[in-house]
């Protein structure tokens, strides 16, 4: 049976967010927890991270040991899951060269992820080249490592389609008979809610830059004002009597994303659930000041922990680089001999290759008879 391995990560351009946690990194502690996988790759993307912040390095290299503390303090084990640094793993830049020659330009200029994140950063001008190949640097990353399963948000499913075509591709081309490359499936968040996480100003984004983020990080007063001062919620709502809606309603797609059940029997008891709540709301009669006190608490008691956790983990700060130089170690091993794969299939392995020394060897040793 083929080893069921997981690739996924994210770019240190900042301390994780919610909306990480709910679209990822939760998820992720689960699979790591589950047995079911054989290997779990996470990755920090120092790298495709500096494709958009090449002018800003500092940037990158501060928010490494942020994002691996986010990490450890959420629940990732570094015994049971690989923690590696994209940077340090130089044949992930070898393959995506290599892949480079099997995608054209029109079929990189079609991808609606980078088509949006061009519109985001204002490049539609002057395209970094490097920020443009993104979907195929990817590629590189998630078949080094042979993952089988890659989650993902719903934005970053069409870089996984691109990915199996230049799988499917490449062993076309160079292995048909017997496959080097392995093909992925993206796994999305089960819940609707997780999929795309809003800011606390109601932005369909949450981003660092817009300061409309909950940090994992952030302080209980902290957590507690953008909660209450912050959030979002029904501009038609003015009245405790008026019925409330629940679209686009920050606080309700937090509670889709966080609340359970035994949440109300320790914080509201009023409710036995959140459809019971919602029906209150909407019928009118509840005010937003109680559902955002109630959406506290929950963030509160998810998010103490993590904060706990990492205060501990600040105090030996050295000891982190080492877990994130020891897992780029292991990690370069796997993409070495993936590597080695491709090139074999590719038949570029001139000085491994026994045969053709031998066979050209013969062929001029006849020549001079």
Do not use: W
């Amino acid at each position: 049976m083929a080893n069921k391995i997981i690739l996924t990560g994210d770019r240190p351009t900042g301390r994780l967010h919610i909306g990480h946690y709910v679209g990822s990194l939760r998820r992720r502690v689960e699979l790591q927890n589950s047995g079911e996988f054989d290997k779990i790759f996470i990755m920090i993307a120092d790298a495709q991270a500096l494709t958009d912040n090449f002018d800003n390095p500092d940037k990158v290299r501060a928010n490494i040991i942020e994002v691996a503390l986010d990490y450890i303090s959420a629940g990732i084990d570094p015994e049971k899951s690989t923690i590696l640094v994209q940077s340090q793993i130089p044949e992930l830049t070898e393959l995506t060269f290599f892949y480079s020659n099997l995608v054209t330009v029109s079929r990189l200029q079609r991808n609606p992820t980078v088509k949006n994140e061009i519109q985001l950063r204002n490049f539609e001008t002057s395209i970094p080249v490097g920020f443009f190949t993104y979907p195929i640097s990817q590629a590189a990353d998630i078949t080094a490592f042979k993952a089988t399963t890659v989650p993902v948000g719903v934005d970053q499913l069409p870089m996984i389609e691109q990915t199996k075509e230049i799988v499917q591709r490449f062993n076309f081309i160079y292995s048909p008979d017997k496959p080097v490359l392995v093909d992925c499936e993206a796994l999305i968040p089960e819940n609707e809610s997780c999929k795309r996480l809003p800011g606390v100003d109601g932005n369909a984004k949450m981003s660092k830059s817009l300061g409309n983020c909950i940090y994992l990080s952030d302080t209980a007063d902290d957590v507690k004002e953008k909660i209450m001062k912050k959030m979002f919620t029904d501009p038609q709502h003015l009245q405790v009597s008026d019925p409330g809606h629940l679209e686009g309603n920050v606080v309700f797609t937090y509670l889709d994303a966080f609340c359970r059940d035994e949440h109300f029997e320790r914080y509201l008891p009023d409710y036995a659930n959140l459809e019971e709540m919602k029906a209150h709301y909407t019928r009118g009669g509840l005010g937003d000041v109680k559902c955002k006190k109630f959406l506290n608490e929950i963030m509160q008691e998810t998010l103490e922990p993590i904060r706990v956790r990492r205060h501990e983990l600040e105090k030996d700060i050295p000891a982190i680089y080492d877990i994130l130089k020891k897992g780029s170690e292991k990690a370069r091993e796997t993409a070495t001999q993936t590597l080695a794969e491709v090139k074999a299939a590719m038949r570029i392995n001139y000085f491994d290759d026994a045969e053709l020394i031998r066979a050209q060897s013969e062929k001029y040793s006849g020549s001079k008879d």
